[in-house]
């Protein structure tokens, strides 16, 4: 028997059946509640106009957070709190909206409303990285964005910036075993532990998981696909654990970007660049590292640098679990070693040690939101001045993430000097024959992922006097 699915649509809940398992959020609110203060501009992630706040229970508080309401399927609300812009009632975004005329013909301004007011009720004093950052996944196209930026700044100073959070009703919602959807032969399944996971993807080994469905979703809006049965992931316990130990990091397999945020940029400056430039605030709220993984589009940014950094892979099913180093997870195109019944249970990253000199960089046509051409992640174990060891991992430059096996050779045993770079970069063609598409030329790819590494070069080391800058001494 199908369960409804049941939620809280701003202060009133709901149970919903009889409605396909990949009715996103945005065509119920707009065709079924008849909210239509939640606009359709893209249906793909990209322009922000249907941003909601979705709020879920953590411990005995809510957490609140941005999302893309076009590509999320309605049945992962369940148990969840759902906050469109109708419910609320000219708050200090609303007011300075107004104030500082940040809007004109009003199609994207609740999408920014929606994503400003989650950004004030989660930051008691946003900074200005924080403001842009919060609306990089919203698109204007005719107010400009200097007075929206001026509304953000006015809103911030408000006191009263918090959202009317409802615990005690989210509790009422909470289910007490995994929750199963049907709608005209269509299945949806949530369960609630890596056991129920295991075993519920035994039974439908052809299954869709879905973890935040940033790329799923749009399967659906864009490539139109139909979807039999869907396990998602977004409910497993355990694979929503970040673990922090002095051996490294183990993020579960649903960790969204955003959670993972600080532990991973902790390893450097420029990771948390990358992160920040991953999708759109909204998208990093959904979608996950194990996601982009399993999904192993050659241009995805997670592997570059998980790749160098010598993260390993766990993946499970009912039989068991395996480990494998994360770069021999990509076999070919789109094909990765995965076995039916099996899941990314968890990625283990390995603490950085002091010797190991890292950094990525993503080359895209703009700064936020948008994928890749190029992503470059190199990671270097010196020994004083000598290379002892060397990864270095690239995306968009193969049909796979793809590590640069005579690049590194080159590397190996030498003195980290302009010599050695310049005789790696030389030998790079070796490792790449790259694609020419929309994104980028082949030449353009092979000339930045050499220059890339040159850049890696001037770095970590004193450009000027070519004396490194990291220091030895610590070794
Ligand atoms: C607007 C927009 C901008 C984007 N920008 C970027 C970008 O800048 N860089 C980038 O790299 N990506 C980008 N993406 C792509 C996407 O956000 C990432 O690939 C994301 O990490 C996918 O995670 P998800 O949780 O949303 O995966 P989902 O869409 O839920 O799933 C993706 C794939 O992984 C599988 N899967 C999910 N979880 C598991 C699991 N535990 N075990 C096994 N298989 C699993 C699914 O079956 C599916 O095949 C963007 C997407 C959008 C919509
Ligand atoms: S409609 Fe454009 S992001 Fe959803
Ligand atoms: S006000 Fe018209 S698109 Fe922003």
């Not at 009632?89 to 999408?111: D, E, I, L, R």
């Not at 909470?174 to 056991?195: I, L, N, W």
């Not at 519920?200 to 790329?215: C, M, Q, R, S, V």
């Not at 990093?284 to 996601?291: E, K, Q, S």
Request: hydrophobic letters at 40%.
């Amino acid at each position: 028997m199908s369960d409804s699915i049941k939620f809280i649509l701003n202060d009133s809940v709901r149970e919903v059946s009889g409605l396909p398992p990949t009715t996103t959020i945005l065509q119920y609110l707009r065709m079924q509640e008849r909210l239509t203060g939640t606009k359709e501009g893209c249906a793909e992630g990209d322009c922000g106009a249907c941003t909601v706040i979705v709020g879920e229970l953590a411990g005995d508080k809510a957490s609140y957070q941005a999302v893309n309401a076009c590509i999320v399927f309605l049945p992962t609300l369940d148990g969840r709190h759902i906050i469109t812009v109708e419910h609320l009632k000219m708050n200090p975004v609303q007011k300075a909206m107004v104030s500082c005329h940040g809007s004109q013909c009003g199609f994207c301004t609740p999408g920014f409303v929606m994503s400003l007011s989650a950004l004030l009720h989660n930051k008691s004093d946003a900074s200005e990285e924080n403001i842009q950052d919060a609306i990089a996944g919203n698109l204007c196209r005719c107010t400009g964005y200097r007075p929206i930026l001026d509304a953000a700044r006015a809103a911030n100073k408000a006191e009263e910036r918090h959202l009317a959070s409802d615990v005690k009703t989210l509790k009422t919602v909470q289910r007490q075993k995994m929750f199963a959807y049907e709608d005209a032969g269509k299945k949806f399944f949530s369960p609630r532990t890596v056991k129920e996971l295991a075993e519920i993807l035994a039974l439908y080994p052809e299954a869709t998981l879905l973890a935040g469905g940033t790329d799923v979703g749009l399967w659906v809006t864009k490539q139109h696909l139909a979807l039999n049965t869907i396990i998602y992931t977004g409910n497993v316990v355990e694979l929503r654990q970040i673990g922090k130990t002095p051996a490294g990091l183990e993020i579960g397999g649903a960790v969204s970007y955003a959670r993972a945020f600080d532990a991973l940029a902790a390893y450097d400056e420029s990771l948390e660049e990358l992160l920040r430039r991953l999708g759109s605030t909204q998208v990093r709220n959904l979608g996950t590292v194990g996601g982009n993984i399993a999904n192993g589009s050659p241009i995805g940014d997670g592997m570059p640098p998980l790749i160098a950094l010598q993260a390993k892979l766990v993946l499970r099913s009912k039989e068991g679990a395996r480990t494998l180093p994360l770069e021999d997870f990509f076999l070919a195109y789109r094909k990765q070693d995965k076995k039916p019944g099996e899941f990314v249970e968890k990625i283990i990253v390995p603490a950085k040690p002091k010797n190991v000199l890292f950094k990525t960089y993503k080359i895209s046509k703009r700064f936020d939101q948008d994928i890749s051409a190029v992503c470059g992640a190199f990671a270097l174990t010196m020994k004083g001045n000598i290379i002892e060891s060397a990864r270095i991992a690239y995306g968009g430059m193969a049909a796979t993430p793809k590590r640069t096996a005579k690049t590194e050779k080159v590397l190996l045993g030498k003195k980290w000097t302009e010599e050695t770079v310049r005789q790696a970069m030389a030998a790079m063609p070796e490792d790449f024959l790259p694609l020419s598409d929309m994104r980028a030329s082949a030449e353009y790819r092979a000339t930045v992922a050499a220059n890339l590494l040159y850049r890696f070069y001037l770095e970590t080391t004193d450009a000027k006097t070519a004396t490194r800058v990291y220091n030895y001494a610590e070794d």
